[in-house]
């Protein structure tokens, strides 16, 4: 994961504006249907462009979805990539006779149980029209995901499906951030 300056960066900013751009922009409607274009450039301010054109457009409802769906709708993935996660990485940790594999895979365990918390306050954040803490809590969960993989910047290099996992959860958290960034104007 490269992009930790960046993230940082994001993250000071924002701190730096509380809420006062939330005051000011939740009055707007997000009521438009999305456009190709519109999609095309949300997805190239994402970790992974391609990797997001082709999450929101398995979304079945794409052709009539606004901007506020398609965060929920990607929420759901953000969700269901940890849920998914979670116990595998629990299991690694388990499993893991090597010392400094099972530290690792543990410190994992911690990074995935911070970043299902911020996950859970996403939706109920998003019904709010509080996209600054949508904002926030997406970006705090990629930096726990990256967290968990700068635990094998150093080898021996991680032999489990965990990497990919991180980096599906990475990019999902990523668009939810491109998102919230949008629909804060
Ligand atoms: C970006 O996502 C695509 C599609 O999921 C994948 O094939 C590709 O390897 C990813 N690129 C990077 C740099 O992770
Ligand atoms: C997100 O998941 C919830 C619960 O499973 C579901 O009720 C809702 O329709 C989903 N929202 C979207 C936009 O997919």
Same mark, same amino acid.
């Given at each position: 994961m490269t992009s930790h300056i960046s993230i940082i960066?994001?993250?000071?900013?924002?701190?730096?504006?509380?809420y006062i751009t939330t005051q000011l922009y939740v009055a707007q409607s997000w009521d438009n249907k999305i456009t190709y274009d519109k999609l095309k450039d949300l997805c190239s301010n994402t970790q992974n462009s391609s990797f997001c054109f082709q999450t929101l457009k398995s979304n079945p409802r794409i052709a009539t979805t606004?901007?506020?769906d398609l965060a929920a709708y990607t929420i759901n993935l953000t969700s269901d990539s940890a849920q998914q996660t979670l116990p595998i990485v629990k299991l690694l940790a388990e499993q893991a006779t090597d010392p400094q594999l099972n530290a690792r895979y543990t410190s994992c365990v911690a990074s995935y149980d911070t970043a299902?918390?911020?996950?859970?306050?996403?939706?109920?954040?998003?019904? *709010?029209?509080?996209?600054?803490?949508?904002?926030?809590?997406?970006t705090l969960v990629m930096l726990n995901v990256g967290d968990c993989e700068q635990q094998f910047n150093t080898p021996p290099v991680d032999p489990s499906q965990l990497p990919e996992? *991180?980096?599906?959860l990475f990019n999902l958290a990523s668009i939810v951030a491109e998102i919230a960034l949008e629909l804060l104007g």
């Open positions: 960066t994001i993250l000071s900013i924002l701190l730096m504006f509380p606004n901007l506020r299902t918390g911020y996950i859970a306050t996403l939706m109920g954040s998003l019904g *709010n029209g509080d996209y600054h803490s949508v904002l926030v809590d997406a996992r *991180n980096r599906n």
